[in-house]
């Protein structure tokens, strides 16, 4: 009895272990920090964001500090509304959500009333990854059309052959193939 414990014990171990390995990201982070322009945190702000395909809002309300996120968002292109009562409402435009990426919209709202808006706008950029060293790009049915028939039929040969610092057998910026995960997340709008 004492064996059949220990075997059910140790695969349920590795059923774990399994589980958590297997684990990637495939959503991206949108966060930020809300201050007014004498840098003094804005609490309870709302923050809207704002799905431009599925047109579906998801809404926040800035922290003690002032921070709001908004996790496990889905790759696509996001409007970013910030209001609070006393100030302009502040719109970052055509955020771009890629996977496994954070970006951070801080925000300085100015005091005014809140029917006027004041609408942030970036250049396409390549916004700078400091949370983790997880890497993510997002390859359109577009970019797929252009490459070379030989690729488009298998995707970790498209994988590999996309990312920067990728070596044809699979090491990623130096580390070995085991140690790199590749998550494939299709993506219809």
């Not at 719109?91 to 970006?103: H, V």
């Not at 005091?111 to 004041?118: L, M, P, Q, R």
């Not at 690729?151 to 193939?177: C, D, F, K, M």
């Amino acid at each position: 009895m004492k064996v059949f414990g220990f075997l059910t014990l140790g695969l349920i171990t590795c059923l774990l272990a399994a589980s958590v390995l297997g684990q990637t990201a495939s959503t991206a982070r949108i966060s930020g920090l809300v201050t007014d322009v004498n840098g003094a945190v804005v609490v309870g702000a709302t923050v809207k964001l704002i799905d431009k395909t599925k047109k579906e809002e998801k809404t926040a309300t800035t922290n003690s500090e002032g921070r709001y996120t908004f996790g496990n968002v889905d790759p696509g292109t996001y409007d970013l509304s910030i209001s609070q009562q006393g100030f302009r409402t502040t719109l970052f435009a055509d955020i771009k959500a890629d996977i496994a990426t954070a970006s951070v919209h801080d925000a300085v709202l100015e005091v005014g009333n809140a029917t006027e808006t004041v609408t942030v706008s970036s250049a396409d950029e390549a916004p700078l990854q400091t949370d983790d060293a997880t890497v993510g790009n997002t390859i359109s049915e577009r970019q797929i059309d252009k490459l070379p028939l030989a690729n488009r039929g298998q995707v970790t040969s498209l994988l590999i052959s996309t990312q920067p610092a990728v070596s044809l057998t699979g090491e990623v910026a130096g580390s070995r193939a085991d140690q790199n995960t590749f998550t494939l997340v299709c993506c219809l709008h």
